[in-house]
Structure formats: C-alpha cells, structure tokens
C-alpha cells in the first residue's frame, strides 16, 4: 500500500546463543530492490514467484 520498494534479505550464521558465544560469524545477503505491482492474491502470488525465482 506503502508503494515502497521491497528489498529481500536473508540471515546466514549462528542459529542460537551458543553458536554466538563461540564467535560464529554471521552474514546478512541482500537482493536487488523491487516493486510489487499487483494486487490482492495476484499480488501475493506475483511477489511470492518473484522471490522464489531470484
């Protein structure tokens, strides 16, 4: 509704504390910015292909 970009981002790295507390390293990795263009269930299911794709 917002008509801002979406940027997806995914967290790669330690999973709980006690991977944490042992200096695991962790990664953010971000994709290319996009716009959602459809609506309602079209919508959904437009950005849920677009994000399954890339």
């Known amino acids: 509704m917002a008509k801002a970009q979406i940027v997806p981002a995914a967290y790669v790295g330690a999973r709980n504390a006690g991977d944490v507390m042992k200096r695991g390293k962790g990664y953010l990795i971000y994709g290319d910015p996009f716009y959602v263009t459809g609506k309602g269930k079209e919508g ?11």
């Not at 959904?44 to 890339?54: A, C, D």
């Open 44 to 54: 959904r299911e437009q950005f849920t292909q677009h994000l399954n794709v890339n």
